[in-house]
Every structure is written in structure tokens, then in C-alpha cells.
């Protein structure tokens, strides 16, 4: 199977990006961590992102607030997909990294997800890949019948209460 490249522009990103890990692991997908800054490190961040398909990996995701030019930098680098998480920041509470990364010029794509949405970009990221993993696929439709399940029964409980 192929892993999922994780890139954020700083550690202080982990926490949304440790979202994105649990869901990956509980998944069962391989996955890859590393810091690579658009702008502080961008030797680096063309590097990883030019070998990354040789290396293995099938997705990246990359998490950058304010500016957010990771997700952006590391698409122009490969033609995998890439999927950005904007991440809030204490100025404009994400709405700059949102911006910054949904509005790719054409030819460059970046799926983009809300802000600090780490777990929707690791299932993203899952059905990529579970069109070539049938397994993936079958977890992906057991947590939809489970989080569907989970609703129904709250339904219930809550029309019993009231």
C-alpha cells in the first residue's frame, strides 16, 4: 500500500495533525511525518516533494496556517495528489490559510478542507488510495454505516427524552 506523505509548515501544527494520524492509523495506512516550511525550508520542501512518488507515497497532505503556502509549494512539485489543511491562526482565525491554499492558479490543483480539519483530510486522503486497496474501501463503508448508526441511535434517544 501506499503511504500518505505529512507535511506541516511548523510543529506547532501537530495537534491538528495528530487528528489526521489516528485517523490514518485506524485505518491501518502507512504514513510519513515531516516539518518543511514553503518559505523557511524550501530546498527541502521541493526535494520531498519531487522524490515523493519514488518514495512511495500515493497522497500528501500538507497543514500551514497564515500565509499557507505549503500545500501550494508541495503540489507544484509532484503530480500526486496533494490535499491542504488550512490551520487557524490567532490573526484572521484561519481564514487567510483557507484562502491562501483553496486559491491554487490552474494547473496546480490542492483539494483543500476546512480549516483544522485533519480528520477529513486523512479519509480524503483513504479514499485515494481505496481505489486501488478493495480493503480500504470496505473500512471506509463500515465507518459510514457506524457513523450512521451512531446518528440513528441519538435520534432515538433524544425523541425518547423529549
Known sequence: MKKVGIVMG?????PILQKTIDTLKSFGVP?????FSAH??????????????ANGFGVIIA?????AHLAGAIAAGTTLPVIG????????DGIDAL??????????????VAIN????????????LAISEPELSKKLKEKRTA???????????IAAKL
Open 63 to 67: 497543514a500551514a496556517g497564515m500565509a
Open 117 to 128: 480539519g485533519g480528520v477529513n483530510a486523512a479519509l480524503l486522503s483513504i479514499e485515494i
Open 99 to 112: 484562502l491562501s491554499t483553496v486559491q491554487m492558479p490552474s494547473g496546480i490543483p490542492v483539494a483543500t
Open 31 to 35: 504514513y510519513e511525518v515531516h516539518i
Open 10 to 14: 511548523s510543529d506547532s501544527d501537530l
Open 40 to 53: 523557511r525550508t524550501p530546498t527541502q520542501a521541493a526535494e520531498f516533494s519531487k522524490n515523493a512518488e
Open 147 to 157: 457513523d450512521e448508526n451512531a446518528v440513528l441511535t441519538k435520534d432515538r434517544e
Open 85 to 92: 489543511i488550512p490551520c487557524k491562526s490567532n490573526t484572521l
